[in-house]
């Protein structure tokens, strides 16, 4: 070592010790990989085929670096934001129609869901551009029940509202869109690690089931234009994995998921990202003049026959698990992001008929919805969806093919 003036002297050893700290401040390229630190200061072999070969205490890291946002399976919940409906209603709403026990059932806060693993979230959005429409629900005059105090002034401000089905089935934890929003982004910010979130949503639209309720307002292109600022609102440049950032330079968005372009789990960790499950007519309505989504906040729906091969295709819900198992597999293995149905309008959850469960995990669709996170104890069993061993989100069956030897992405 050459010492220079004011140096202390040399001590054996020391230029080893200089040596040996340069080295390991290196990136190091060796067979089967780079070598990067992973837990404990374990060298991991990032490039290596499976979790297997990557190191000990690397299991995270190799994910982390070489799983996609499509590589994951999670279990979501449907219209998420849903509260029962309250008793005296409900029994009005079944005397009138027996059909009532299909939307017999509620969830608890966003917040609480987020806590409890769910990482597919659905919310039902009304347009409501002026304020007003929906703050007087007429079931609850029905009923003889009151609502909420400030109800009624909450629902008259301008923007989109949450509901499921107006004047009847129209109580969730968070009434307004930007609400709703501001919960998941609060709860996201203060779990920076978690697994990418996925937030489904169906732009509602009819005639009141009561007559003289509140009659939807059709959408148009600034109805959804009002939509996508809604949400940048809320979220920040960068918290949200867009059709954009998918898209990259690729020519359409398709081109990009069938060339694996999503982003990895390290680049998609604590953020979220939007689909629209609608029909074609207000998917052309949202994508307007673009080839595919550019500049749009959403991913849409890609599930119909017809959508499969079009240039926006990234998204598809596809709900019956197990008539279109094989289908949703085919869908996954090419590099679509699949929501399906583990159950629906409360059939399965009532007799603990487990088959679509089944099938949903079974056909690789990154998210399975459910109405029952928890078993409904009115059922008098214990039907439920959840994935084994209270794993939240994990390698997808389909497309890592045991590359991840048992690691999850999410415990």
Known sequence: MVQTAGDSEAKPGDEITMKLVM????????????????AAGAKCRLKAPDVAHAGKDCAHAWI???????????????????????????ALILKANARAIEIDY?????????NDGARGLEIDVAYDPKGGLYAHPLGPKMSGEPVAADYAERMSKPGYKVLHIQDIDFRSTCITFVECL??????????????????????????SPIPGGADSIDYDEAAFDAWDNEIRSVFKPGEVI????????????????????WPTLKEARGKVFFAMDEGHDKIALYRGKRRSLEGRMMFVNAGDASEADKPWAAYMTLNEAVTDEAHIRDMVK???FVRTRADSDTKEARINDTRSRTAAFASGAQVVSTDYRHPDIRFGNDYQVRLPDGEITICNPVRTAGRCGGATVEP
């Open 23 to 38: 080295v390991t401040a290196l990136m190091i390229v060796v067979a089967g990989g780079i070598l990067v630190a992973g």
């Open 64 to 90: 982390d670096a070489n799983l996609k946002l499509n590589d994951i399976q999670t279990v979501g919940t449907h219209n998420s934001y849903k509260q029962f409906i309250t008793p005296k209603l409900y």
């Open 106 to 114: 509620g969830h608890p806060s966003l917040t609480d869901e987020l």
């Open 182 to 207: 501001t919960v998941i982004r609060t709860w996201s910010k203060a779990h920076p690690g978690h697994a990418p979130i996925s937030i489904t949503m169906n732009a509602k639209d009819g005639k």
């Open 242 to 261: 867009t059709p954009d950032m998918v898209q990259g330079r690729y020519p359409t968005l398709r081109e990009a998921v069938l060339a694996d372009n």
């Open 334 to 336: 090419q590099g679509f």
